[in-house]
Every structure is written in structure tokens, then in C-alpha cells.
């Protein structure tokens, strides 16, 4: 009776349209964009539209001891928000509020809100919100919160957690508590506000976010450069990062530039081994002077051509081509995504690595990269009604998360280990760093309801 009694308690509880229990409409929320062939289908959904509805569910989960799946726009690319069997899936979307405080520079966010709303809205009073992942159109800041996401500025602007002042996070008990807050400084107490960034909803579902906002960015001054050669390509990123900070540094290889240049026919050179994006944001002298040390370090490494501009329409095409990367080789065929990263200095290696294991397994891998912070996205392309090329693939995947752990690197940068990369999450921590997580997560969750089987598998 435990589904029967948590149905009816829920149907109680929450406002009238805030729950779906229809079998056809529960499809859609089974899923996020990593599209988990392994999703369960929950046994409800709950659209959220405050903090007490949150608190509601989860009560009423903890007491049944049902989980809980918390789910943003469903953007994410690690599997994070994948429905379980029998859960509670609680969609976050409808809630949107954005309120924008000039004097303190920061702003009041609700988890459904998008990135590119939050940027908007911060816009009109000259401010700025820094983190920029690729899909800033249709991603959510409580997804970002969950998964500490960075994006195209972050070589020199940092990531989400170098924006959360404060969260309010309901817990497995369903109480709701209240974490940093707008202030610039405040070391009272353990930084908790920080545990809970990038921690997928495995402690806590976040139903507030306090950002801090930045004066707005200067526009910039952009640079293409094409290389012959992908070693050429990292050592221009290796010294453009020893002399300065640029406000962006992204890798496209071959694969990548060809895919983009199908879907939007930019004159790409198709023969370039990869293509490098570069930005400065600095005051225009000193925009001029890194632009023109950024040129000459790429001819330096031999790039077949080079091309700067500060006009703000070809710096944002250029700009959208790398956004378009992913959606781009998307039409290739169905992907396996991951998002590895290694100290700078071995990029070269995980880059030539994972050709060897492309050509090793069979499978096409297309790369792009936050360059600057040694971040890649591999995309290993794959048909799904080829089951050979799909086990392929899926052992490519696993060597491309062991080949970076063997560059002193990490299984993931910016999208979290979800479930899909939770297998390799041990051997990334070691015995030690592993316990010390588990015990936080049973100590806030001691049932294992929250996220059941994201990040940590079965406790």
C-alpha cells in the first residue's frame, strides 16, 4: 500500500496540476539529454512551484521510504536526473522567480530559472552573470548549482561555486534550511553552502540560489586561429596560458569543425586538424596588444591561419559555432558524452590518447574543449541499432575516463558523475576520499532517498 497511501498523501498535499501520475505523460520525464538507456519510470511526478511544496514531497517520500529524483530542465549529460523505478521525480521548472538586488550585486534565484533568464535579467541593471555553459539557453541554474557547471568563460571567470553566495536546500527530513546568504564574506560555521554545490541532489534539493553578479563584461575582442596539427593547437593554448588570462580558450578538432560547418556553413576550413576560439575582454589597448601576442604565439606554432575581430556580430557567430559543437555532432548519430579533465600541460596527451582509443575500438570521437582549464567534452559518435559499435563505444568510454584518472586528471569537469560515470567514481577518489564522502551522504541522508543511485550507486 506504501505507493497507494504516498499517491493519495501527495494529491492531498500539493496544489491542484502539480501531480502527474499518467503512464504517457511520465515518459517525459525519464530521461535527461544523456538519455540513459538504463532510466526507470518513476512512479510519480511532482512540478514544484515553491519551497513548501518540496518540503511536502520529500516528507511524505521519507516516510514511505520512496526516493527522490530531483530534475531541472533535464539538460544534463551524466545521467544525473535519470528516473528510477518507483521514485518521486520532483521537475523543479515552474520554478522561475528572478530578483535582482544592483546594490548588492547580486541576485535571488529559484532552480527553474534559466542561465541565459538570469544573465538577461542581471543585464538590465549593467550586471553580469558570469557562468556561460554551452547550452545557457535551456540549462537551469539548479542544474548548475547540482552539477558546478563552468562553461566558456570560466578560464579566467571561474565556475558556478565562485558564484553562490547562498542556497536554501531542503533535507532528506524535509526540513528547509538556509545556507550563506548576501555577503561577500562569511566564515561563521563549516562552508556548507559550498558542500552543496555540485553535489546532484545526492544531500538536498535546492529551491533558492543567491548569485553574485559582476559589472558587466567588456565586449570582446575575438580570435579564430586553424592548425594543421592538434600538437601545434595545444602548445599555442600551453603558452597563451603562461603569458595571460584570456577571457576564453576553446579546442574544436577536425571532426568537430567539419560537423559544424555542415549544420552552419561558415567557410570552416574542413582540412584543419583544429581551430582554436580565443577572447579578450580587456580594455581595447590592452585587448589589442593580447590579441596581437596570441597571434603570433599561434604562428609560432604554426597555424595555417589566423583571423581577430571586434565587431560584437562575428565575435558572437564565432562564438555560437563552438556553442553549436555538441547539437552539431549530435547529427552524426547518438552520443556518448563525457566531459574529462587534466592539469593543462597533459592535454596534448589526453588528446592523442583518446585518438588512439578511437582507433583502437572502431569509433568516431569528435573533441572539444574549455582549452584554457585542460576541460574536454569527448563526443564518441555511435549507432544505437549497431550493438557491436554500441559495446564499442561503451568500452571507448570507460578508457577514456581511466586514460585521464592516468593523467592525474578527473572523470568529469562540469557535468557530474551522475550514474553513467559512477563506476569509475572509486578508482577516481580512492578508498579514503570515497569513505569520507559516503559518510557525509549517509549522515544527510541517512535512508538513501535523495537521488537514489547518482554518484555513489546503492548505498
Known amino acids: 500500500m506504501t505507493a497507494e497511501n504516498a499517491?493519495?498523501?501527495?494529491?492531498?498535499?500539493?496544489?491542484?496540476?502539480?501531480?502527474?501520475?499518467?503512464?504517457?505523460?511520465?515518459?517525459?520525464?525519464?530521461?535527461?539529454?544523456?538519455?540513459?538507456?538504463?532510466?526507470?519510470?518513476?512512479?510519480?511526478?511532482?512540478?514544484?512551484?515553491?519551497?513548501?511544496?518540496?518540503?511536502?514531497?520529500?516528507?511524505?517520500?521519507?516516510?514511505?521510504g520512496i526516493g527522490i529524483v530531483p530534475r531541472g530542465a533535464g539538460s544534463g549529460l551524466s545521467g544525473g536526473s535519470s528516473a528510477v523505478d518507483g521514485t518521486i521525480v520532483i521537475s523543479l521548472d515552474r520554478m522561475r522567480e528572478i530578483r535582482i538586488d544592483p546594490a548588492l550585486q547580486m541576485a535571488v534565484v529559484q532552480p527553474g530559472a534559466f542561465n541565459a533568464e538570469v544573465k538577461s535579467a542581471a543585464s538590465e541593471h549593467g550586471l553580469w552573470y558570469p557562468p556561460d555553459p554551452s547550452s545557457q539557453e535551456f540549462c537551469s541554474i539548479g542544474g548548475n548549482v547540482a552539477t558546478n557547471a563552468g562553461g566558456l568563460c570560466c578560464v579566467k571567470y571561474g565556475v558556478t561555486t565562485d558564484y553562490v553566495l547562498g542556497l536554501t536546500v531542503v533535507l532528506a527530513d524535509g526540513r528547509a534550511v538556509k545556507l550563506g546568504g548576501p555577503r561577500l564574506k562569511d566564515v561563521a560555521g563549516l562552508s556548507l553552502t559550498k558542500l552543496f554545490v555540485g553535489s546532484e541532489g545526492t544531500l538536498g534539493i535546492v529551491t533558492e540560489a543567491v548569485l553574485r553578479l559582476v559589472p558587466a563584461q567588456r565586449a570582446p575582442t575575438t580570435l579564430v586561429a586553424m592548425f594543421p596539427t592538434v600538437e601545434g593547437a595545444i602548445g599555442a593554448v600551453v603558452d597563451i596560458k603562461a603569458a595571460m588570462r584570456p577571457s576564453m580558450l576553446e579546442f574544436m578538432d577536425r571532426v568537430t569543425i567539419n560537423a559544424v560547418e555542415d549544420m552552419m556553413r561558415m567557410d570552416l576550413d574542413r582540412e584543419s586538424a583544429a581551430m582554436l576560439i580565443v577572447q579578450s575582454d580587456e580594455s581595447v589597448e590592452i585587448a589589442a596588444q593580447q590579441i596581437e601576442m596570441i597571434e603570433q604565439t599561434c604562428g609560432m606554432h604554426g597555424a595555417s591561419e589566423v583571423y581577430a575581430t571586434s565587431d560584437p556580430d562575428e565575435s558572437e557567430a564565432l562564438i555560437e559555432a563552438r556553442r553549436q559543437?555538441?547539437?552539431?555532432?549530435?547529427?552524426?548519430?547518438?552520443?556518448?558524452?563525457?566531459?574529462?579533465?587534466?592539469?593543462?600541460?597533459?592535454?596534448?596527451?589526453?588528446?592523442?590518447?583518446?585518438?588512439?582509443?578511437?582507433?583502437?575500438?572502431?569509433?568516431?570521437?569528435?573533441?572539444v574543449a574549455h582549452a584554457g582549464d585542460g576541460n574536454t567534452h569527448p563526443l564518441i559518435v555511435l549507432d544505437p541499432t549497431d550493438a557491436e559499435q554500441r559495446a564499442n563505444a561503451e568500452i571507448a568510454f570507460g578508457e577514456v575516463m581511466d586514460l585521464a584518472i592516468a593523467l592525474s586528471g578527473t572523470i568529469t569537469g562540469e557535468h557530474g558523475?551522475?550514474?553513467l560515470k559512477q563506476p569509475w567514481l572509486a578508482d577516481y577518489l580512492g578508498d579514503d576520499v570515497l569513505e569520507l564522502n559516503l559518510r557525509i551522504k549517509r549522515a544527510l541522508d541517512p535512508d538513501g532517498i535523495m537521488n537514489p543511485g547518482a554518484v555513489f550507486g546503492a548505498l
Do not use: F
Not at 39 to 58: F, I, K, W, Y
Not at 331 to 354: F, H, N, S, Y
Open 417 to 419: 558523475v551522475g550514474r
Open 325 to 367: 559543437a555538441i547539437p552539431a555532432v549530435e547529427k552524426r548519430g547518438a552520443l556518448l558524452l563525457e566531459d574529462v579533465g587534466v592539469p593543462l600541460p597533459r592535454l596534448g596527451d589526453l588528446i592523442d590518447g583518446m585518438r588512439v582509443i578511437a582507433e583502437t575500438r572502431g569509433v568516431e570521437i569528435a573533441v
Open 7 to 64: 499517491i493519495a498523501d501527495l494529491r492531498s498535499a500539493l496544489p491542484e496540476g502539480s501531480l502527474i501520475t499518467d503512464p504517457d505523460s511520465l515518459q517525459a520525464y525519464r530521461r535527461d539529454r544523456a538519455e540513459d538507456p538504463n532510466a526507470g519510470t518513476p512512479l510519480a511526478v511532482v512540478r514544484a512551484t515553491s519551497t513548501e511544496d518540496v518540503q511536502a514531497v520529500v516528507r511524505i517520500a521519507a516516510r514511505e
